[in-house]
């Protein structure tokens, strides 16, 4: 993706647009970098916002997948310099080195995940954040499964203990207990963010333990659940529709990142784009985050349970019930 010293100055005259409040008329060109393959979930919601934007002839979408921590500097870098209006990928792991990418190239948005600091500020204004901030819905969610489990034993299989992940556990687990202070959890992490058949022993491994309800953070979990005939809760995607998850996942927290994306593109092209923490967007009051439907299992969850949920899901789209981030790590508690 090289090119000469002319194009180069050309492509930065025409980028200064970006940031300097001028309005891009045309389409704008985005970049997608994704450490995992598009199958893994956290990388296909980008990838899916991103290309319904694409659909709507709003942008012109290049994407790589895939992209090793340690090849992931040198792609960021040759998507910086091909004439991207912005960038849209991860950080986690190499956040200092984004950001020096960022600071050649301060006529280029970027967007990436990240755990929220050290955006703007000495970067200038052309570095923002984001991360999933669907715990709300995974409150909700372990409302459910503490009214449904029968054991009061859940399971909880995850990819790493890092914040993204902790703080849906917390919620769900916060959640459990509000409505069943009873309730213990079993907690197991993979070390891998996409590795079905390991997430389908941990979840084997849990109900042998006495677990009768599983959180599926990752794929392969629900495979576990159908085959030993209990329940599941899915994260991110609807795990029902998705996952082969019918009879087996009783809802799911949704991660929708298209209106943070649209904000993003948006600010790009009116020239307003500026560099901030994308927090709010991946939450419920910003359609950020959801409940799935409850689908086949609308009259297996008791109404009580249903009142409840819909309550405190009012409760939080207006801000009278705030459900605490906690990305401390999680432990099992029998």
């Known amino acids: 993706m090289k090119i000469g010293r002319f194009s180069n100055l050309l492509i930065i005259t025409l980028c200064s647009f970006l940031l300097s409040g001028q309005v891009l008329a045309a389409k704008i ?17 980008l990838h899916l916002a991103l290309q319904a934007q694409a659909d709507a ?13 340690t090849d992931y500097v040198r792609v960021l870098r040759e998507y910086s ?49 984001f991360d999933n901030y ?15 489990t029968k054991s009061n034993k859940i399971g909880m299989v995850g990819g790493y ?3 993204e992940v902790n703080r849906l556990f917390h919620a769900f687990m916060a959640g459990a207990r509000s409505v069943n202070p009873d309730v213990e959890f079993k907690v197991s992490f993979l070390g891998s963010w996409y590795d079905p058949p390991k997430a389908k022993e941990a979840a084997f491994a849990q109900i042998e333990a006495g677990v009768d309800v599983l959180y599926a953070e990752r794929a392969g979990v629900v495979d576990a659940a159908r085959e030993r005939n209990i329940i599941a809760f899915g994260n991110v995607n609807d795990m029902n529709k998705e996952e082969n998850g019918t009879g087996v996942v009783v809802t799911s927290a949704l991660w929708h990142m298209e209106n943070a994306i649209n904000h993003a593109i948006s600010g790009v ?9 994308y927090k709010e967007w991946t939450m419920m009051q910003k359609g950020g985050a959801s409940l799935a ?25 207006s801000g009278n019930f705030t459900v605490v981030v906690n990305d401390d790590e999680p432990k099992s508690t029998y």
């Open 134 to 148: 669907i715990h709300e819905p995974c409150y909700l969610m372990g409302v459910i499964a503490g009214g449904m």
């Open 29 to 45: 060109k985005v970049a997608g970098i994704y450490t995992q393959p598009l199958q893994q979930k956290w990388d296909a919601r």
């Open 293 to 317: 439907p409850y689908y086949e299992f609308e009259d297996k969850i008791a109404a009580d349970v249903k009142a409840k949920v819909a309550a405190i899901s009012s409760d939080i789209m």
């Open 269 to 277: 092209k009116t020239g307003t784009y500026v560099a901030e923490d």
């Open 57 to 69: 002839g709003e942008i012109d979408y290049v994407y790589s997948e895939k992209v090793s921590n």
């Open 81 to 129: 310099e091909s004439g991207v209006h912005l960038v849209v990928g991860e950080a986690f792991g190499i956040s200092a080195e984004a950001r020096k990418v960022s600071d050649d190239y301060p006529e280029i948005a970027y967007l990436m995940g990240d755990p929220g600091s050290g955006y703007g500020g000495e970067h200038g204004g052309n570095f923002s954040v």
């Open 161 to 163: 203990p890092i914040g």
